[in-house]
């Protein structure tokens, strides 16, 4: 009689990834993680509860290569720059479970981590309160934010090359579009981060 086969928690995350990366996030399921693993559904109740624990296992995947160390960099704004930077590398070839990142914020150990860094530098900078508070969540919310639009297309996509086509009704917008079609993600990313740093005062 064959041994049961025995899976490991990074081969479950893996097998949970790939369905999320090839089909997106509403397919994932027990049974459609179980068919990527070729095994039954029932099986795979045997390491993981339910789809939010497969959810968590992805999110700690993605996030388990990343190191949360506070950089050795002159300025508090660079700092938190190069740990946004980390955290976007990583997930940037796994558009589609960036809303992980927030529906699991409370439970997920890489999620804490790059929480503890970024206000561990807040404080450092001298953001206490109330006003750590919203500077945090005006970081997470712009890093959440860049993320989606980022996986959603770039800016040299179709999508920028039909509003560029749109100057009579939408002069601005046509306007705009022209020139986003030179912008770089890393750019984009990095440059709009820089001004949200700018504005950032404690």
């Given at each position: 009689?064959?041994r049961?086969?025995?899976?490991?928690?990074?081969?479950?995350?893996?097998?949970?990834?790939?369905?999320?990366?090839?089909?997106?996030?509403?397919v994932?399921?027990?049974?459609?993680?179980?068919?990527?693993?070729?095994?039954?559904?029932?099986?795979?109740?045997?390491?993981v509860?339910?789809?939010?624990?497969?959810?968590?296992?992805?999110v700690?995947?993605?996030?388990?290569?990343?190191?949360?160390?506070?950089?050795?960099?002159?300025?508090?704004?660079?700092?938190?720059?190069?740990?946004?930077?980390?955290?976007?590398?990583?997930?940037?070839?796994?558009?589609?479970?960036?809303?992980?990142?927030?529906?699991?914020?409370?439970a997920?150990?890489?999620?804490?981590?790059?929480?503890?860094?970024?206000?561990?530098?807040?404080?450092?900078?001298?953001?206490?309160?109330?006003r750590?508070?919203?500077?945090?969540?005006?970081?997470?919310?712009?890093?959440?934010?860049?993320?989606?639009?980022?996986?959603?297309?770039?800016?040299?996509?179709?999508?920028?090359?039909?509003?560029?086509?749109?100057?009579?009704?939408?002069?601005y917008?046509?306007?705009?579009?022209?020139?986003?079609?030179?912008?770089?993600?890393?750019?984009?990313?990095?440059?709009?981060?820089?001004?949200?740093?700018?504005?950032?005062?404690?």
């Open positions: 009689m064959p049961k086969r025995s899976l490991t928690t990074d081969q479950l995350a893996a097998a949970a990834l790939a369905v999320v990366d090839r089909d997106g996030l509403a994932l399921t027990m049974r459609t993680v179980a068919q990527e693993l070729n095994m039954g559904t029932m099986s795979l109740y045997r390491y509860t339910d789809r939010e624990q497969l959810e968590r296992l992805v700690e995947l993605v996030l388990g290569g990343v190191d949360f160390t506070v950089p050795e960099l002159p300025t508090w704004q660079e700092r938190i720059a190069e740990l946004c930077e980390r955290i976007r590398l990583a997930v940037q070839a796994h558009p589609a479970m960036v809303p992980l990142l927030l529906v699991h914020r409370h997920s150990p890489g999620v804490r981590r790059s929480g503890e860094a970024m206000l561990s530098v807040l404080a450092g900078a001298g953001f206490a309160g109330e750590r508070v919203i500077a945090f969540r005006a970081l997470v919310s712009y890093l959440i934010g860049a993320l989606q639009a980022e996986g959603l297309g770039p800016l040299s996509g179709a999508g920028t090359d039909v509003l560029a086509t749109l100057g009579e009704q939408y002069p917008l046509a306007e705009t579009a022209v020139s986003a079609r030179g912008v770089t993600p890393q750019r984009e990313f990095g440059e709009g981060l820089a001004l949200l740093l700018r504005g950032l005062t404690p």
